[in-house]
């Protein structure tokens, strides 16, 4: 299935050219005029020469050796890996917003305006909540903004003297980095035995330094925190505000709103919930609701319309927290976000949470028989099982997600929530067709049967893959991130 790729710059011969360019219209400098000599190669870079055939074929060969959401089942936990609706793409591709440049006049960008203008309005409606940014480019940026405009309010109040931020064991990294790059002690809560914050924790450590509390609800093991008006009450008497990291939201949308629940404060992952395509690295987008009493903060500019219907960006904001981010956030997945919202509906958004959360407690009930079930709930989103039966028999989570990979199928998340001992995080998404949770759980269930028949060639996985397992600890300490000569690669490799 994967034949051998030869590596870009070691294909093509000398004089081949992929590109044919028009006659030069202007006036031509030579090189040694233009740049200073010190800045000129004495010798050309050994770049390869390659036809437009060669390029073509090189990429489309990596491309089929990689592994995406258009290809087959992506159920990574707390990544929401769904599918994500061509449409979007091309409301993002209309030329009308892709070519706008932020520094045009106001009454030129008038559609774009409104379009940030009505997105705030929905998020702040699934959020439960009355303003929202849309600049921050991330979920964690959101994160930090959030917890920024916590700062700003306390302060305002003359109550700085509050530097702690509650988050459950459960919580996604980001959140405690979030936290202590805002300045902030954190203090852990544990998780109690059904998988919800601990309240008497929660009502023991909050108090006079209590700035906030950070939650994901669903939380990270997919399960929804019965607790929640009880926590957000405590947290709320001790004078402190309430976090929620809306990163999947896949399991709330147009069912129950964060702000019904208590927080003061919400982001979303538009990349995540609201379907930009993600994992490549970006762009995203992490817009963050709040409650009017945090409104003042946000950052300039805000948009804002007139009683004649026209929208301004306002940026006289005396209180802003200032500015996180350049502009006005990653305009084209605000559009992707507003297509996908305007193209459901609310009915279409809570049939979207609906879906989602059918199908992870249809997986969970299908490999509860197989592998360790350490919450036994309903399920939210996503769900998490513990590969403890397996390691039983030698075989690690990792090595079960490595063998998923000879069936052709993506791992799911692993080793998190750290909670869990072996933990195997599954978000299957509303988008999958029963076949594609089918065939997940049916390769999952021969792994389990492969793991009490053979276990080496669970451990051995993946057999089929193009590469087999990789020195993860090696590639991100030291990645090597461009291609060098071969006898230019020996000898580095000799140095280090
Ligand atoms: C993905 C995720 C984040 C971080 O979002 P980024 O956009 O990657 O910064 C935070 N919290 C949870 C629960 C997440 O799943």
């Given at each position: 299935m994967?034949?051998?790729?030869?590596?870009?710059?070691?294909?093509?011969?000398?004089?081949?050219?992929?590109?044919?360019?028009?006659?030069?219209?202007?006036?031509?400098?030579?090189?040694?005029?233009?740049?200073?000599?010190?800045?000129?190669?004495?010798?050309?870079?050994?770049?390869?020469?390659?036809?437009?055939?060669?390029?073509?074929?090189?990429?489309?060969?990596?491309?089929?050796?990689?592994?995406?959401?258009?290809?087959?089942?992506?159920?990574?936990?707390?990544?929401?890996?769904?599918?994500?609706?061509?449409?979007?793409?091309?409301?993002?591709?209309?030329?009308?917003?892709?070519?706008?440049?932020?520094?045009?006049?106001?009454?030129?960008?008038?559609?774009?305006?409104?379009?940030?203008?009505?997105?705030?309005?929905?998020?702040?409606?699934?959020?439960?909540?009355?303003?929202?940014?849309?600049?921050?480019?991330?979920?964690?940026?959101?994160?930090?903004?959030?917890?920024?405009?916590?700062?700003?309010y306390h302060a305002s109040r003359g109550e700085e003297g509050r530097d702690e931020i509650l988050i459950p064991d459960s919580a996604h990294g980001t959140n405690p980095a979030s936290a202590a790059m805002c300045g902030y002690k954190v203090v852990e809560i544990p998780s109690d035995e059904r998988g919800g914050m601990d309240v008497k924790e929660v009502k023991r450590r909050v108090?006079?330094?209590?700035?906030?509390?950070?939650?994901?609800?669903?939380?990270?093991?997919?399960?929804?925190?019965?607790?929640?008006?009880?926590?957000?009450?405590?947290?709320?008497?001790?004078?402190?505000?309430?976090?929620?990291d809306g990163a999947n939201a896949n399991a709330i949308l147009g069912i129950s709103r964060p702000g019904d629940m208590g927080f003061d404060i919400v982001h979303f992952n538009l990349h995540k919930t609201f379907s930009t395509p993600h994992g490549g690295g970006g762009p995203g987008a992490g817009p963050i609701a709040v409650t009017k009493e945090l409104a003042p903060f946000l950052p300039a500019p805000t948009v804002e319309r007139r009683p004649d219907g026209s929208f301004y960006l306002e940026r006289h904001r005396p209180q802003a927290v200032g500015r996180i981010r350049s502009f006005y956030g990653n305009f084209g997945v605000l559009v992707r976000a507003y297509a996908y919202i305007r193209a459901h509906g609310p009915e279409g958004l809570r049939r979207v949470s609906e879906h989602a959360v059918l199908h992870a407690n249809y997986l969970m009930r299908r490999l509860a028989p197989y592998f360790d079930l350490p919450y036994d709930r309903h399920c939210k989103h996503e769900f998490v099982l513990s590969g403890k039966r397996q390691k039983q028999r030698g075989v690690r989570t990792t090595d079960i997600a490595k063998r998923l990979l000879d069936y052709g199928i993506h791992a799911p998340t692993i080793y998190f929530p750290l909670i869990v001992d072996e933990a195997i995080m599954i978000e299957p998404t509303e988008t999958e067709p029963l076949e594609a949770l089918d065939a997940f759980a049916e390769a999952m269930i021969q792994i389990a049967q492969e793991v009490e028949r053979d276990p080496e060639t669970v451990k051995s996985a993946p057999h089929r893959t193009p590469v087999g397992r990789l020195d993860e600890a090696r590639a991100a300490r030291r990645p090597v991130l461009r291609w060098r000569p071969p006898a230019e690669d020996t000898a580095a490799t000799q140095e280090r």
């Open positions: 994967f034949e051998a790729t030869p590596l870009l710059f070691e294909s093509g011969a000398p004089g081949r050219k992929g590109f044919a360019f028009p006659p030069c219209d202007v006036p031509e400098t030579s090189i040694h005029e233009a740049i200073p000599p010190e800045f000129l190669r004495e010798e050309p870079a050994p770049l390869p020469e390659l036809s437009e055939l060669e390029v073509i074929r090189h990429y489309v060969r990596l491309s089929r050796k990689n592994y995406a959401v258009d290809v087959g089942i992506y159920p990574l936990g707390s990544c929401t890996m769904k599918y994500n609706p061509k449409v979007n793409e091309e409301a993002a591709d209309l030329p009308g917003f892709k070519r706008l440049h932020p520094y045009q006049p106001e009454e030129t960008v008038q559609g774009a305006l409104e379009l940030m203008y009505h997105l705030e309005r929905f998020l702040c409606e699934i959020a439960g909540l009355d303003r929202a940014s849309l600049q921050p480019s991330a979920g964690a940026h959101g994160e930090l903004l959030g917890l920024m405009l916590i700062k700003a108090g006079p330094k209590t700035a906030g509390l950070m939650l994901t609800n669903p939380n990270t093991l997919g399960l929804f925190d019965e607790n929640i008006a009880a926590i957000a009450q405590a947290v709320h008497d001790a004078g402190g505000l309430l976090y929620y």
